[in-house]
């Protein structure tokens, strides 16, 4: 009782969380006191009274009116070490970086910039022994650019350049570069001048990562880099889909002659609610009365158009039954050519 | 592009069958015709989506019913009304409507929930075998019938008859059951 007279001279609110504390206190007949240690006695029970109703209704509506709190790096929190985290990362590949080189990678313009006005502010003239990841990026670009395409080519032998081409730019698109910097935890690392970082700040940093790769190790490693984080993103995507041909029957045919087989003929198979607005035909393409590809479709002439697709995707060996992509440790070891490129539609309507 | 949303179109797309229903149980034949309506017969079918099929019936006139349903099968019928309720034998109601033996098959074989109605505008019923053209137009494949047709003995020829092998001939004087001829034959001749 003692206690509770006490808690009177208190607050309301304090009132309310010794309660709570109270809950967890039994007097037993003996008058001894009996604590108990479990915590579920200490959740807060729920209040029916008007008062703390109201209190709650205000700062709720307090909240919305100031907003969502400011995403903030953990840094201002004051538990943050930069030069450790940046250590882990690197270890977390398994990568052995050189922490200055790996430091930099994470380095943007727009950081430096904003370093330089700071010491402006405070009047100092001190030079700032700092640069940002561009040279690093391009470095990066350059090298996942020519191994991805190598390792298409590889592949996809039979697949023309400009199918490569757009695989490619598909692979080091921003999006793409995007969506694999935002997991594998740059958002953090990122030295810029705003928090959280800009779109395109992740993308030049995982590029300036590959580049800081290079300089720590050698190529090899960088390439392997590439292989175990960029190229698997091909997996479940529909390849062939990547590249949009224009015309399909016209790279039918050119295929078709070049291997000195008949012209394509395209047949309806059959099709189904022809008369309603759902009709379904199915077409079938036939060289020298062999079937090469058929496709459903919901008029005859795209139901065409997707057969001759299916058609070129067997000619070009990408039929959706080929074997899967080399990836991990069996691809550690291909013997990539760097030099060859895969022939072009132009050369194949030239000849 | 977009090989994929061609291929889910033809999945998703209703494919039209023809069934024909000359001499074949109605009621047998709606379980049959309700896999196909209800799309059991699709591996994506589940029983809570409209996925299911058309059929257009042709024929229904000539269904077969088997032993003596045709005079015992009562088909009831009550309008809610003090004295409305009603029976009529299956034959009866063949004449009424030549379609209405199988529409109330396939309607009882039909799931009994609310898919039920949309099932049954997917079944398309012609007394005879002329559909019209916009109807026949849609069709793309045949369901198999359930029961052989039996060939009736007017079909054979008289050549057929006589070729047929004998094991003895009746005696002169013997008397045989001579059945009398339809009455479409009558209307015919």
Same mark, same amino acid.
């Given at each position: 009782?003692?206690?509770?007279?006490?808690?009177?001279?208190?607050?309301?609110?304090?009132?309310?969380?010794?309660?709570?504390?109270?809950?967890?206190?039994?007097?037993?007949?003996?008058?001894?006191?009996?604590?108990?240690?479990?915590?579920?006695?200490?959740?807060?029970?729920?209040?029916?009274?008007?008062?703390?109703?109201?209190?709650?209704?205000?700062?709720?509506?307090?909240?919305?009116?100031?907003?969502?709190?400011?995403?903030?790096?953990?840094?201002? &929190?004051?538990?943050?070490?930069?030069?450790?985290?940046?250590?882990?990362?690197?270890?977390?590949?398994?990568?052995?970086?050189?922490?200055?080189?790996?430091?930099?990678?994470?380095?943007?313009?727009?950081?430096?910039?904003?370093?330089?006005?700071?010491?402006?502010?405070?009047?100092?003239?001190?030079?700032?022994?700092?640069?940002?990841?561009?040279?690093?990026?391009?470095?990066? &670009?350059?090298?996942?650019?020519?191994?991805?395409?190598? &390792?298409?080519?590889?592949?996809?032998?039979?697949?023309?350049?400009?199918?490569?081409?757009?695989?490619?730019?598909?692979?080091?698109?921003?999006?793409?570069?995007?969506?694999?910097?935002?997991?594998?935890?740059?958002?953090?690392?990122?030295?810029?001048?705003?928090?959280?970082?800009?779109?395109?700040?992740?993308?030049?940093?995982?590029?300036?990562?590959?580049?800081?790769?290079?300089?720590?190790?050698?190529?090899?490693?960088?390439?392997?880099?590439?292989?175990?984080?960029?190229?698997?993103?091909?997996?479940?995507?529909?390849?062939?889909?990547?590249?949009?041909?224009?015309?399909?029957?016209?790279?039918?045919?050119?295929?078709?002659?070049?291997?000195?087989?008949?012209?394509?003929?395209?047949?309806?198979?059959?099709?189904?609610?022809?008369?309603?607005?759902?009709?379904?035909?199915?077409?079938?393409?036939?060289?020298?009365?062999?079937?090469?590809?058929?496709?459903?479709?919901?008029?005859?002439?795209?139901?065409?158009?997707?057969?001759?697709?299916?058609?070129?995707?067997?000619?070009?060996?990408?039929?959706?039954?080929?074997?899967?992509?080399?990836?991990?440790?069996?691809?550690?070891?291909?013997?990539?050519?760097?030099?060859?490129?895969?022939?072009?539609?132009?050369?194949?309507?030239?000849? | 592009?977009?090989?994929?949303?061609?291929?889910?179109?033809?999945?998703?797309?209703?494919?039209?069958?023809?069934?024909?229903?000359?001499?074949?149980?109605?009621?047998?034949?709606?379980?049959?015709?309700?896999?196909?309506?209800?799309?059991?017969?699709?591996?994506?079918?589940?029983?809570?989506?409209?996925?299911?099929?058309?059929?257009?019936?042709?024929?229904?006139?000539?269904?077969?019913?088997?032993?003596?349903?045709?005079?015992?099968?009562?088909?009831?019928?009550?309008?809610?009304?003090?004295?409305?309720?009603?029976?009529?034998?299956?034959?009866?109601?063949?004449?009424?409507?030549?379609?209405?033996?199988?529409?109330?098959?396939?309607?009882?074989?039909?799931?009994?929930?609310?898919?039920?109605?949309?099932?049954?505008?997917?079944?398309?019923?012609?007394?005879?075998?002329?559909?019209?053209?916009?109807?026949?137009?849609?069709?793309?494949?045949?369901?198999?019938?359930?029961?052989?047709?039996?060939?009736?003995?007017?079909?054979?020829?008289?050549?057929?008859?006589?070729?047929?092998?004998?094991?003895?001939?009746?005696?002169?004087?013997?008397?045989?059951?001579?059945?009398?001829?339809?009455?479409?034959?009558?209307?015919?001749?």
């Amino acid at each position: 009782m003692a206690a509770l007279q006490c808690v009177r001279s208190l607050s309301k609110v304090r009132y309310n969380v010794l309660h709570k504390f109270s809950a967890a206190v039994m007097v037993v007949e003996n008058k001894s006191v009996r604590r108990y240690s479990t915590s579920h006695q200490l959740v807060g029970k729920s209040s029916n009274s008007r008062q703390h109703l109201s209190y709650l209704y205000e700062l709720y509506h307090r909240r919305i009116e100031v907003g969502p709190e400011k995403e903030r790096h953990p840094s201002e &929190y004051g538990c943050w070490n930069h030069d450790a985290e940046i250590y882990a990362f690197g270890q977390r590949f398994g990568e052995d970086f050189n922490d200055m080189v790996l430091k930099e990678a994470f380095v943007q313009r727009c950081f430096v910039e904003q370093e330089i006005e700071k010491q402006k502010d405070l009047g100092l003239d001190m030079e700032i022994d700092m640069t940002d990841n561009e040279i690093l990026a391009e470095k990066g &670009y350059s090298l996942a650019s020519r191994f991805i395409k190598a &390792y298409l080519r590889y592949s996809f032998p039979q697949l023309f350049e400009e199918g490569i081409s757009a695989i490619h730019d598909f692979l080091l698109s921003d999006e793409m570069l995007f969506h694999i910097g935002c997991n594998i935890g740059l958002k953090e690392l990122i030295q810029s001048a705003t928090y959280p970082p800009e779109h395109p700040t992740y993308v030049t940093t995982l590029k300036a990562v590959i580049g800081a790769l290079i300089e720590s190790q050698n190529e090899k490693k960088a390439e392997d880099f590439v292989l175990d984080l960029i190229i698997p993103q091909l997996v479940g995507i529909d390849v062939s889909e990547l590249w949009n041909i224009e015309n399909p029957m016209g790279l039918l045919c050119a295929l078709l002659k070049e291997q000195n087989l008949g012209e394509p003929e395209a047949r309806l198979l059959w099709s189904s609610a022809s008369n309603t607005i759902m009709p379904l035909h199915h077409v079938g393409i036939y060289s020298d009365k062999k079937l090469l590809g058929k496709s459903p479709g919901e008029t005859i002439s795209i139901a065409e158009d997707m057969a001759a697709r299916e058609a070129i995707k067997k000619l070009l060996n990408m039929t959706d039954n080929r074997s899967p992509l080399e990836l991990g440790d069996k691809a550690k070891n291909l013997e990539l050519d760097f030099n060859k490129t895969n022939r072009s539609v132009s050369e194949l309507n030239c000849s | 592009m977009a090989h994929n949303r061609v291929i889910q179109w033809g999945a998703m797309a209703r494919t039209w069958w023809l069934y024909d229903a000359k001499f074949q149980c109605p009621y047998r034949s709606a379980e049959k015709l309700c896999m196909y309506l209800e799309g059991r017969h699709k591996p994506l079918y589940h029983p809570l989506s409209d996925v299911g099929d058309h059929v257009v019936v042709i024929n229904t006139r000539y269904v077969a019913m088997a032993e003596d349903l045709w005079r015992k099968q009562q088909y009831k019928h009550d309008t809610r009304y003090a004295g409305g309720k009603s029976s009529a034998t299956a034959w009866r109601l063949h004449e009424a409507d030549y379609t209405k033996i199988l529409y109330k098959a396939v309607y009882s074989a039909a799931p009994k929930n609310l898919l039920r109605p949309t099932i049954m505008r997917r079944l398309h019923l012609y007394p005879e075998e002329d559909v019209p053209d916009d109807i026949i137009g849609n069709v793309s494949d045949v369901i198999r019938q359930i029961q052989v047709v039996p060939k009736p003995l007017d079909s054979y020829s008289a050549q057929e008859i006589e070729e047929f092998p004998k094991l003895f001939d009746w005696p002169e004087d013997h008397v045989i059951y001579k059945r009398k001829a339809t009455t479409e034959k009558k209307e015919e001749s």
